[in-house]
């Protein structure tokens, strides 16, 4: 990994390292790095930090999944994975980023909230895609942030899935640049048949994997400064 900035959040002691890796990041090795991190953001040995990265194709299964939902076992590797959530697909032309924080530092002097954290995720890819003249939003009962089709109904850009250990989260959010949507046929994404998923791409916006890190993290990095309004 290459670091690309140290920046400093508004919030008191509040040290993030921005990274990025330009190459495809193996699913388990990359699991393996962010909980050993994690680990020593718990026992303040380590800043906190934000990674965007790209991983090879593979479905991850999370804590609330359905097995039936897996509709193709054989297609791509299967990872069951330690985060919320449900089955998922990552791959090329998919931005992954993970944030390992420590939320009590984030949300200084007012108490942790995970709901408000999970809302200012969602917004950060809202607040994106709007730069780029998209319209997104969350919908009620369902995971991630949706795009309005068409034909009235909403397909997936991005997924949000996290988990929390004494107050440090880790793992967070993907979204959909230019993947091959068709490898998300294997499975049920997120339990929800009834809706589709979409891409920047898709949408008629090309947008190198460069300029995407560069956009969300200034985005990201704005709605951490102010997350007690969140």
């Known amino acids: 990994m290459n670091k690309i900035t140290k920046r400093t959040i508004l919030s008191k002691n509040n040290c993030i390292i921005w990274t990025r890796s330009?190459?495809?990041?193996?699913?388990?090795?990359?699991?393996?790095?962010?909980?050993?991190?994690v680990a020593d953001i718990i026992a303040k040995k380590d800043d906190n930090m934000i990674w965007f990265l790209e991983h090879p194709q593979v479905y991850t299964v999370g804590a609330s999944s359905n097995l039936t939902d897996l509709l193709d076992k054989n297609k791509f590797p299967v990872h069951k994975t330690s985060r919320g959530g449900q089955i998922t697909y990552h791959g090329p032309?998919?931005?992954?980023?993970?944030?390992?924080?420590?939320?009590?530092?984030?949300?200084y002097p007012k108490e942790a909230d995970l709901a408000k954290y999970v809302r200012l995720?969602?917004?950060?890819?809202?607040?994106?895609?709007?730069?780029?003249?998209?319209?997104?939003?969350?919908?009620?009962?369902?995971?991630?942030?949706?795009?309005k089709a068409k034909n009235g109904s909403f397909n997936k850009i991005a997924a949000i899935g996290i988990r929390v250990k004494k107050w440090v989260c880790f793992h967070g959010i993907s979204v959909n640049i230019s993947p091959n949507l068709?490898?998300?046929?294997?499975?049920?994404?997120?339990?929800?048949?009834?809706?589709?998923?979409?891409?920047?791409?898709r949408l008629g916006h090309n947008l190198s994997v460069e300029e995407f890190d560069i956009r969300f993290s200034k985005i990201l990095e704005d709605h951490l400064k102010n997350a007690s309004i969140i």
């Not at 032309?93 to 949300?107: A, E, H, N, P, S």
């Not at 730069?131 to 969350?138: F, H, K």
């Not at 049920?188 to 809706?195: A, F, S």
């Open 22 to 37: 330009g190459e495809q990041i193996e699913y388990s090795a990359a699991i393996e790095y962010m909980e050993k991190r």
């Open 93 to 107: 032309g998919q931005r992954i980023i993970y944030v390992m924080l420590d939320l009590k530092k984030i949300f």
């Open 182 to 201: 068709d490898d998300f046929k294997g499975i049920i994404p997120c339990g929800i048949q009834e809706y589709g998923v979409t891409s920047l791409e």
């Open 121 to 147: 995720l969602e917004q950060t890819v809202i607040d994106f895609l709007l730069s780029l003249g998209i319209g997104a939003e969350r919908l009620e009962g369902r995971a991630g942030v949706w795009v």
